[in-house]
C-alpha cells in the first residue's frame, strides 16, 4: 500500500488507497537451483600448492550429476565460469602437508549478484611431491599433471623389489636412490653389481628428473 515503511499494510484510508504488485526478480542462485544445482568434486594436488590461486576452489564445485539436459548444464556453467563468480573454502584447508585421508569440507560460491550456493562434503587430497603407489591411494583423485613413473627391468637384471612399483610424481621433481626398486643382477651369466638404473633422456641416461618424457 501506500503507508511509509508498511507496504504490507493493507487497511484502506484516503492516504492509503492505491495498491500496487510487485515481484522480487530471482536470484542466480535460485536459478541454478531450478536448474538443478551444484555438487562436490573431489580433486588432488601436490603439497604446496596456493590454495588462494585464482579459481582453486572451483575445481571443487561441478554441475550436479543428475542434471541431464544440456541446455540447464550449459546454463548452471555458464554461471559457474562468469569471471565474477568466485568460490572459497568455509572450511580452512591448507596443502601444507600430505593428506591422503581427507576430512570433506564447505565450498561458497558467490554468484555476480551476491547470491550464493554452500557446496557440502567436498575433499581435498593433498599428495607428497613424490608418492608411492599402493592399494589404498591407487585410486585417489591425483593432482593435476601429476606424473605417473614405472621401474623396468633392463638388461642383465632378474627381479625387482618391489617389482611392481610405481610412483606418482610432481613433474620437475628428481628421483633419488632410495626411490628405486632394489634390483637383482643376474651374476650367473656374468653381470656386474650394482645395476645402473637410465632414464629416457637421449644421450642423458642418469637424467633422473622426472618429466612427460622422462617417467620410466
Known amino acids: 500500500g501506500q503507508t511509509k515503511d508498511k507496504p504490507e499494510d493493507y487497511k484502506v484510508t484516503e492516504n492509503n488507497k492505491t495498491f500496487t504488485a510487485t515481484a522480487t526478480k530471482e536470484t542466480t542462485a535460485e536459478k541454478v537451483k531450478k536448474a538443478g544445482g551444484l555438487e562436490n568434486k573431489d580433486f588432488g594436488v601436490f603439497v604446496g600448492t596456493d590454495v588462494n590461486a585464482k579459481d582453486f576452489w572451483k575445481k571443487g564445485v561441478q554441475v550436479a550429476t543428475s542434471v541431464t539436459e544440456e541446455a540447464k548444464k550449459a546454463e548452471i556453467q555458464g554461471y559457474l565460469d562468469n569471471a565474477k563468480t568466485t568460490f572459497a573454502d568455509m572450511s580452512s584447508r591448507t596443502t601444507d602437508q600430505e593428506n591422503l585421508n581427507p576430512t570433506a569440507g564447505k565450498i561458497k560460491v558467490t554468484f555476480e549478484d551476491g547470491s550464493f550456493i554452500e557446496v557440502e562434503n567436498q ?25 605417473q613413473v614405472n621401474f623396468a627391468k633392463g638388461e642383465g637384471v632378474t627381479a625387482l623389489d618391489p617389482e611392481n612399483k610405481t610412483m606418482t610424481v610432481e613433474s620437475g621433481q628428481t628421483l633419488e636412490e632410495k626411490d628405486f626398486p632394489k634390483a637383482t643382477v643376474d651374476e650367473a651369466n656374468g653381470y656386474k653389481k650394482p645395476a645402473i638404473w637410465s632414464g629416457q633422456t637421449k644421450d642423458k641416461p642418469e637424467d633422473y628428473k622426472v618429466t612427460e618424457n622422462n617417467k620410466t
Do not use: S
Request: proline share 8%; hydrophobic share 25%.
Open 123 to 147: 575433499k581435498l587430497y593433498v599428495w607428497a611431491k613424490k608418492t608411492e603407489n599402493n592399494d589404498d591411494n591407487k585410486d585417489k583423485p591425483k593432482p593435476e599433471g601429476a606424473i
